[in-house]
């Protein structure tokens, strides 16, 4: 039980560290972005981009997380080389035409989705769009649309290399599409194209881009290169069988995000930006961490119920819970503390005033108070999949998904953004707390005297840490110039008309007022971890000295 403790500890690792340098990138891509696209361009172009991204969730990392690893896992685990060889070639073949059928019938429903927007203005009071603008929007969400095709079948890659535990390309390869939209945010900047036909080439580069890197990958370490589309084999059916009540329940989740933007979109303009932005930041830590721990707990917990070992779920689902609250914690935390400043210091450039920093700031908040229920309903749903029970997360998933869009409803006309972001906050509390009783119920209880007091340890290091953190940050306010806090250019000339000397004194300004509270952040709840005796922190130090010794026995 240790070594598989150890195991995926190491996998949440390796995956997260290239999960980083993927979201950072993103962070790169979003701030310019922000301070180079229109906000007209830049939020139709985002509510256009949101209906891809939402069925890239339910069909392709729904299907290959819930349906296709546990099934892969199985067969990898009890048959031949051959045998999964084969297996893998044939549910390739089977996901090239779900993807291309989703693509289809997207490109030619997305230009009525969007042409209705205009009817919600009886619920948002918001903007109305005219012909001309919905026409935009249209052709911008026909376009955008089969990016599904292409991360679905990326996607699927990563089920297969996570099967066979290669954790590395599957990491790194989204920085892909960070990379791509940078380079089409310069296009539009040159005038080479118009803002929002930039970012669609982008996301078409970005898309293609991963689909290579992670097929290499799949070809190089399991032998398989090609589709084969001799679909009548029993796992392909077992996999359908999984896969629509898993896409039914991954969507309930994705429509509320769907949702919170089309409502987002028709209430006042910026809505959208802010939503979006403050969401980005929040999924930096969920997808390092969360993501990261739930994609390594679900291959682990799969191989021990092929193995028929209840315990040993048990165990590897509450490691699973105790590795996320350590990882996660702290970043929710930090994300409430020091929330403004890191906005400020990201996006408040060019496009991006201070009104956008004042808004992004209150729903960052609000999404980062339900941070860890985002994270561990991902690890809790791992326990009913490895089992190959996808009705009951599909239930509870719509149930939450209902709960969202009523206060959705009640919430947009009064609140506003603040009542979409607040909307999907409360629900995602609510499904996770239904997914934990009803796993303690399958499982026993989830918790035990171990697992209690390391959950209380990581509280109070990490309420120390926010302590320190937001004194820190209170204590600069009085020392960084001033320039650090106010705008800086309403338009994106105005950034570049200032002075280069200019610029990096407000850079440095803004950036020291984040990093100095972050890093005293950071420090202090390692230290505060291990004199609280967590046992995480310990199982962190094991990992990096196991690395050390690899390294020396390299040399």
Same mark, same amino acid.
């Not at 069909?59 to 060889?85: D, W, Y």
């Given at each position: 039980?240790?070594?598989s403790?150890? @195991? ?19 962070? $790169?891509r =979003? ?17 256009a ?33 051959e ?18 059928l ?10 009525w989705?969007?042409?209705? &927007?205009?009817?919600? =203005? ?20 026909r ?5 599904i ?5 990326a ?22 599409l960070?990379v791509?939209?940078i ?16 970012? $669609? ?8 881009? @991963?689909?290579? !890197? ?16 001799? &679909? ?5 059916? +077992?996999i ?5 009540? !898993? ?10 995000k769907?949702? =919170?933007?089309l ?8 809505s $959208? +930006?802010?939503l979006?932005?403050?969401n ?16 390594? $707990?679900?291959?682990?917990v799969?191989?021990? %119920? ?16 105790? @590795?996320?609250?350590?990882?996660i ?14 906005v400020?210091?990201?996006? @408040? ?25 985002f ?6 749903v791992?326990?009913f ?13 719509s ?12 919430f ?21 707390g239904?997914?934990y ?26 309420? %120390? ?20 806090? *106010?705008g800086?250019? =309403? ?17 440095? *300004?803004?950036?020291?007022? !984040?990093? !100095?509270?972050?890093?005293?952040a950071v ?17 962190f ?15």
């Amino acid at each position: 039980m240790a070594h598989s403790e150890g @195991q995926l500890s190491k996998f949440i690792a390796i995956f997260a560290g290239g999960t980083m340098i993927s979201r950072v990138l993103g962070l $790169v891509r =979003d701030s310019m972005v922000n301070a180079m696209i229109p906000v007209g361009p830049r939020e139709a172009f985002l509510v256009a981009f949101r209906l891809p991204n939402t069925l890239r969730d339910i069909v392709g990392e729904g299907a290959s997380n819930a349906a296709i690893i546990p099934v892969l896992s199985e067969v990898h685990e009890k048959k031949s080389k051959e045998e999964f060889q084969a297996v893998v070639s044939s549910v390739f073949g089977g996901m090239i035409v779900v993807l291309a059928l989703v693509t289809a019938l997207g490109v030619l429903l997305v230009p009525w989705m969007l042409s209705q &927007l205009n009817h919600l =203005d009886a619920i948002t009071s918001g903007k109305t769009y005219s012909p001309e603008e919905l026409s935009h929007l249209v052709s911008l969400g026909r376009w955008t649309f089969p990016y599904i095709f292409f991360i679905g079948l990326a996607v699927f890659s990563m089920g297969v290399l996570f099967t066979v535990r290669r954790y590395s390309t599957s990491s790194w390869a989204p920085a892909l599409l960070n990379v791509a939209m940078i380079g089409s945010c310069l296009l539009s900047y040159t005038g080479t194209m118009t803002p929002g036909y930039a970012l $669609v080439l982008g996301v078409w580069i970005g898309g293609i881009a @991963q689909v290579a !890197v992670q097929q290499y990958s799949m070809g190089k370490h399991t032998g398989v290169w090609m589709p084969s589309f001799r &679909l009548n084999r029993s796992e392909i059916y +077992t996999i359908l069988g999984l896969m629509v009540p !898993v896409a039914i329940g991954q969507a309930a989740g994705e429509v509320n995000k769907m949702v =919170d933007t089309l409502f987002a979109y028709k209430s006042a303009e910026g809505s $959208v +930006t802010a939503l979006y932005s403050a969401n980005r930041l929040v999924q930096l830590p969920l997808s390092v961490f969360g993501f990261a721990t739930a994609a390594a $707990v679900l291959p682990a917990v799969s191989r021990a %119920a092929a193995q028929q070992r209840p315990d040993q779920i048990r165990a590897l689902l509450m490691h699973g819970f105790r @590795q996320t609250y350590f990882l996660i914690t702290p970043s929710m935390i930090g994300l409430i503390v020091l929330g403004e400043p890191i906005v400020r210091l990201l996006f @408040q450039y060019g496009r991006f005033t201070a009104i956008n920093t004042e808004w992004t700031t209150n729903a960052l908040i609000i999404y980062a108070m339900g941070l860890l229920a985002f994270a561990w309903v991902k690890v809790a749903v791992s326990g009913f999949y490895a089992v190959k029970d996808t009705r009951t997360p599909v239930l509870i998933s719509s149930g939450s998904m209902i709960l969202n869009i009523a206060l959705c409803f009640l919430f947009v006309k009064p609140y506003g953004y603040k009542g979409l972001a607040a909307a999907t906050t409360f629900s995602y509390f609510v499904n996770f707390g239904v997914l934990y009783i009803l796993l303690c119920q399958r499982y026993k209880a989830l918790w035990d005297a171990k697992f209690i007091s390391g959950l209380i340890r990581m509280s109070l290091a990490t309420a %120390a840490m926010g302590a320190l953190a937001y004194g820190a940050y209170v204590r600069l306010r009085f020392v960084v110039p001033e320039t650090a806090f *106010a705008g800086y250019g =309403d338009t994106i000339s105005g950034v570049v008309g200032n002075s280069t000397a200019m610029f990096l004194e407000v850079l440095a *300004a803004r950036a020291v007022v !984040v990093l !100095v509270p972050m890093l005293i952040a950071v420090l202090s709840y390692l230290l505060l971890s291990k004199f609280f005796g967590v046992d995480e922190f310990e199982s962190f130090l094991r990992l990096l000295r196991r690395k050390k010794e690899a390294k020396a026995k390299a040399k």
